[in-house]
């Protein structure tokens, strides 16, 4: 791996411990916002593939679409998709749960502590596949 790539993964690592940590803390309230809760575990997930993506050197758009980051990554380890299946339930809390709508609905917390799950298991994975480079 090229040298210069580290401080960037480290970053986008970084920014995605720090929306799972907001996500957990909102999570400890008594009657938290779970649309917040729901937006930073997407976050997570999705900063943490793009960290796996430039541990890779591997370029992508500007994208909150989970799905399109884990196709990009099976290009460099084909059973990402496989590890990471469930976790597209994140991806409508990139942009829908975060902006009011005509349909709006209140999250259940139980979606919520759902998402906060699924954003650690794409960490899991993530880091298990870049090793201690990843820390």
Request: with cysteine; hydrophobic share 40%.
């Amino acid at each position: 791996m090229n040298d210069n790539r580290i401080p960037v993964v480290h970053a986008w690592f970084r920014k995605a411990e720090n929306d799972l940590i907001t996500a957990e803390h909102t999570l400890s309230m008594v009657n938290p916002p779970c649309d917040t809760i729901c937006f930073h575990a997407q976050q997570c997930a999705e900063k943490y593939r793009k960290g796996f993506l430039a541990f890779h050197a591997v370029e992508f758009p500007r994208t909150h679409d989970l799905e399109d980051l884990v196709s990009l990554g099976a290009s460099v380890d084909p059973s990402l998709p496989d590890a990471l299946t469930g976790v597209e339930l994140l991806s409508g809390y990139g942009v829908e749960a975060r902006y009011p709508s005509e349909v709006y609905y209140d999250i259940p917390r139980s979606d919520a502590e759902d998402a906060v799950v699924l954003a650690k298991k794409v960490r899991a994975e993530i880091l298990l596949r870049v090793g201690d480079l990843g820390r």
